[in-house]
């Protein structure tokens, strides 16, 4: 014991208050153990010594007590009664704070007399020696340490000295993490079929226009086979990803009976059986399909699917889990927080994405084989490179409100390509799926690109605007204007319209150009017509090229909203700094101009594309297909609309704003960002009557 830390516990007497027998020490004295003579153990001297007149040492060979340290019988028996005494007190003063406990919401005259009756079997159990012990402090609350060892055996040498790590061929161990039980309720909500109807709903929605989870091989169950935290994971993001918004609370509660192993639930012919053959899995219209799961108030971190899945992304990352898989399940709850609005979890975990593709060697092939293995099959290499491309997509996009840097670098055309085909991956057909560089023009009209590949594009479009407009509002904010170019942003401009009308024209092909000629300096046409038409044949959907021509037209007015006012060349208007610097020459006026023009147009624009989108998502089984990434060009152009109005009171602007207007509030029904939206664009509204009433 702690009180007895500075002497060995091997001469200490088993002693009884109640006890009517004599002492005895625990072990055999010294002059019995050395003559190997039998010792009857007997306090203070033995009967052996007794009858030999000699001195009687219990004390052991290896710790001898100091001089005059050595304690008497009686007072060690008096030590031994005094710490049965304090023992006693201590079991009663926590059966009493366990009756105070229970009894905290009692009438005062109950809590008075539980309290008396307390304090009268207290005095009567320690009536002998109350007054002589100190008062009992309070039972200290024991707490975790502020760290903890961590659980992962991940090396650390690759962090620490990579070089080390790869002529040593350290292995990497499996993580030991285990699947929470949390996890395992919520895959087996509705049956052993729970994790059928989450694929089904996925690979029928999200995966439509973001391809990045391979179907073919979760069809046939060979994501199966390296089955384990990092699977469920995966199936959990999927689950959350394809959760619908909803103000009415509807947690699904399952008794533990109903939990299973993973594995078994996809066993058989893989997720997709025949019900995602037949496309008969079970869907409810009241809630009880998969799709229609609103667990809980709403998207943020009390959001009980959402958190479950941020604590199994965080247990899986200290566990020191390397897998594809893992990685997957992360873009789709980044892509999560970006569609509701859940900031800043949404750029922190983008940026978790894009490190952890870097830890694994993503994009390059030879680079991930260290970590994932060497790739098998066409497919599994398909789906290394669309893992990357997605975390590419949601960096520029979740930067193109902020115009902050970016996490992920520029793809190198040396050591990736673009997506192929979408439906060959999806067959897995690699003969029908060639793979075009990322120097291909965007308007090429000899190669025809699935939706993902043209989002793909459309992203790397972006990433030169946001590039472009950050550099001139750094240079304005630290007095380093830079210099005027209009061959730069007349060619950035005109790529980007002719890219919207590229896109636009495979969707619609007999479309007439949404941009002039002055703004895009192309026109559609024939073979670009044609290359549609073999779009249009491999049953790509409005929805699935939609997020690669919105992303083009929120760069269009990103350009032209910073060059359209001098104020915006700063840190956008009624911003605190420095003055807007002044024109740089009559190119730069005319430019101005030209972007005044052209957010017009580009907003009118995504108004008939808002329309479209309010014919498409009338049917539920659509509206899943709809991405959050097509939003931002609608605030853009709503914003844009808002401030034409403003100035001019034009009706058709006004009525142009209400469609757009109309348009995210039927979005809002999936994706809670477009309410972020809405809200934002009332600040403008709040703004102008503020303004009106002070010039009136």
Known sequence: MSLFSAHSDAHLPIVSPSSPFQPKAQQACVSCRKQKRKCDKTLPTCGLCARMARPCDYTADTAQPPPGSTATASE??????????????????????????QQQYQPPIQQQQSSASAFDHNSNSNHTSSAALPPIPPKPQIQSPLWLPSLSRFPSAIFLDIDC??????????????????????????????????????????????????????????????????LAFLFLAMKLVTALPSPQVGVHHCSPAAFGNITSVCSGSGVLGSEEVNGSASRNGGGGGCGQDTLGMGPGPNFP???????????????????????????????????????????????????????????????????????????????RTRVWWAIYVLDRAICLGNKKRFCMPEPDEDVIKLPADDRAWDEGDPSRGPAHPITL???????????????CQSAMQVSKALTTVRAVIHGNVYGKPVPFSLPTLTELSESLASFANHVQNEISPHQASPFNNSMSG????????????????????FLSLL????????????????????????LGPGSEGPEAPPLQGPEHEAFRIQSVQGLREVS?????????????????????????????????????????????????????????????????????????????????????????????
């Not at 037209?553 to 006012?565: M, N, R």
Request: with cysteine; proline share 5%.
């Open 76 to 101: 060690l028996a008096t030590l031994q009664a005094r710490l049965n005494e304090l023992e006693s007190r201590l079991n009663i003063s926590s059966t009493q704070a366990a009756h105070e406990q």
């Open 165 to 230: 790590f790869n002529w040593a061929s350290m292995p990497i161990p499996k993580p030991a993490v285990d699947v929470p039980a949390e996890v395992f309720e919520i895959l087996n909500a509705r049956g052993p079929n729970t994790v059928q109807e989450v694929a089904h709903e996925y690979f029928n929605g999200t995966h439509a226009w973001f391809p990045i989870v391979s179907r073919k091989r979760m069809s046939l169950g060979l994501s199966l086979w390296d089955g384990g935290p990092e």
């Open 305 to 383: 699917l959402y958190a479950a899945a941020k604590r199994f992304m965080s247990l899986l990352e200290n566990g020191g889990s390397v897998s594809l898989q893992l990685l997957q399940g992360m873009v789709l709850v980044a892509l999560y927080e970006i569609g509701h609005g859940v900031y800043p979890a949404a750029w922190m975990t983008v940026a978790a994405c894009a490190r952890y593709a870097e830890v694994l060697g993503l994009p390059s092939f030879r680079g991930s084989s260290r970590m994932l293995g060497t790739c098998a099959t066409w497919t599994e290499k398909e789906e």
């Open 441 to 455: 023009p965007p308007t090429s009209p000899t190669h025809s690109l699935g939706p993902f590949a043209r989002l």
């Open 522 to 541: 192309t026109t559609a046409t024939p073979s670009s017509s044609s290359a549609s038409t073999v779009v249009q044949q491999q049953g790509y959907s």
């Open 547 to 570: 997020p690669a021509l919105s992303l083009s037209l929120s760069g269009l007015i990103l350009i032209f909203d910073v060059y359209c006012s001098a104020e915006n060349q700063h």
């Open 604 to 696: 009118f624009k995504v108004r008939d594309v808002s329309i479209e989108v309010l014919d498409a998502v009338i049917l539920p089984t659509e509206q899943r297909k709809l991405s959050p990434l097509s939003l931002d060009a609608l605030y853009g152009a709503m914003a844009t609309l808002h401030w034409l109005w403003k100035e001019g009171g034009d009706s058709d602007v006004r009525e142009a704003l209400e469609d757009v207007r109309r348009c995210l509030g039927r979005v809002s029904m999936r994706w809670r960002l477009a309410t972020e939206y809405l809200d934002l664009i009332r600040h403008h509204d709040v703004n102008f009557a503020m303004t009106w009433r002070a010039s009136t």
